[in-house]
C-alpha cells in the first residue's frame, strides 16, 4: 500500500491529478508509462497502470468517463521489462570454452 501510494504522489499525481477524469486520454497514460520505463522504473510503472486502470474504472462505474482508456491490451500500455544480466552458462563445455577464452586474452584485459 505504501508503495501505491508513493507511486501516486510521486509520479502519477503531478501528471494526471489535475486534469478532469474525463480528460484524461491514452496518450496521457502512455507517456506517464513511458517516462517511468525510461528511468527504468518497470515495478512503479506496472503499479501505476494499477492505480490509474482502477480510477478510471471507478470514473466508469460513476459514469464519468465513457470508457476506461487504461484497460486492454494496448501496445501503448505495455511495459517491457528489459534484460540486463548476461546468459548463464549451463553446460560443462560451454564452461571449458569460456575459461580457455578467459586464458587467451590475458589478465590485461581484466581490470
Known amino acids: 500500500m505504501e508503495k501505491s501510494l508513493s507511486g501516486f504522489q ?5 501528471t494526471l491529478a489535475k486534469m478532469p477524469v474525463g480528460n484524461i486520454k491514452l496518450e496521457h497514460v502512455s507517456a506517464l508509462l513511458a517516462k517511468l520505463t525510461s528511468q527504468g522504473k518497470v515495478a512503479m510503472g506496472k503499479r ?24 486492454g491490451k494496448s501496445d501503448e500500455l505495455e511495459i517491457q ?5 548476461a546468459a548463464a552458462i549451463e553446460k560443462p563445455a560451454e564452461l571449458g570454452r569460456y575459461l580457455c577464452k578467459l586464458d587467451t586474452v590475458g589478465q590485461d584485459a581484466v581490470k
Do not use: K, Q
Open 10 to 14: 510521486g509520479d502519477i499525481y503531478p
Open 48 to 71: 501505476c497502470r494499477r492505480i490509474i486502470r482502477a480510477v478510471l474504472g471507478f470514473a466508469l462505474g460513476r459514469e464519468r468517463v465513457m470508457r476506461n482508456v487504461a484497460l
Open 81 to 85: 521489462h528489459t534484460v540486463s544480466h
